[in-house]
């Protein structure tokens, strides 16, 4: 099992930056990509970015390029998304997931590609 519990989430204003984390623990030796994904209210949960847990590789939805960047730190366990240039319209639950198989990173914009997840944290950004 491996477990995920993200932080960072809070209130912002339009144009704000905000980094949020998630931290894995239990099997994390187990891990193969991480990713990050966001739900609004009455909307379906969309990906964000991922990043292989062991090579440099970073995936984007084209929407989040160039204003999110996804990193991971091995020796703390750690994943952050670093949020700049942040719009009304990117307010959302952030939820950070897990996978422990090896697939094609075409694959990795999928949910059902990620076998564990965590809590979320809220992210508000005010106009």
């Known amino acids: 099992q491996v477990q995920l519990v993200e932080s960072g989430g809070g209130l912002v204003q339009a144009g704000d930056s905000l980094r949020v984390s998630c931290v894995a623990s239990g099997r994390t030796f187990s891990i193969n990509h991480m990713g990050w994904f966001r739900q609004a209210p009455g909307k379906e949960r969309e990906f964000v970015a991922a990043?292989?847990?062991?090579?440099?590789?970073?995936y984007y939805a084209d929407s989040m390029k160039g204003r999110f960047t996804i990193s991971r730190d091995n020796a703390k366990n750690t994943l952050y998304l670093q949020m700049n240039s942040l719009k009304p319209e990117d307010t959302a639950v952030y939820f950070c997931?897990?996978?422990?198989?090896?697939?094609?990173?075409?694959?990795?914009?999928?949910?059902?590609?990620?076998?564990?997840w965590g809590q979320g944290t809220q992210v508000t950004v005010s106009s």
């Open positions: 997931a897990a996978g422990t198989y090896a697939r094609g990173s075409s694959t990795y914009k999928f949910p059902s590609v990620y076998a564990y």
């Open positions: 990043i292989s847990w062991s090579g440099p590789n970073t």
